[in-house]
């Protein structure tokens, strides 16, 4: 993995990951978006909604193509404050690409279900 990409760096222009800031710079400041980048945003049970939401609308709208994956599974996901997401697909069916960046939103019980899946 080159990049890793946290949510709060998104509202501190001066702190942006060497990432985003051609990407965001690229889209608002020049007119144009940065085409071929891949991003995968992992959620799972607990994740913090809009930690998990405002990452992949930002992205896309500066030309990543982002992909949002199941930890577990394909299933609809219910985020920290009762919001289902519905993932593109499972982190194992999507695992195959190669991404440039992959962000793992926050929220306790997210965070704890990704501690206990690297445990295992």
Do not use: W
Request: charged share 20%; glycine share 8%.
């Amino acid at each position: 993995m080159k990049f890793l990409f946290s949510y709060p760096a998104v509202l501190i222009h001066k702190h942006l990951s060497p990432f985003l800031r051609p990407l965001l710079l690229s889209k608002f400041h020049q007119g144009s978006t940065v085409m071929g980048k891949k991003a995968l945003v992992l959620i799972t049970q607990g994740s913090e909604e809009i930690e998990t939401v405002t990452p992949v609308d930002v992205l896309r709208r500066a030309g990543v193509e982002v992909s949002l994956a199941g930890l577990l599974s394909s299933d609809p996901v219910l985020c920290s404050r009762n919001v289902k997401l519905v993932p593109d697909g499972s982190l194992t069916e999507l695992s195959s690409e190669v991404y440039d960046a992959i962000i793992l939103p926050g929220g306790l019980k997210g965070a704890e279900a990704f501690a206990n899946v690297i445990n295992t």
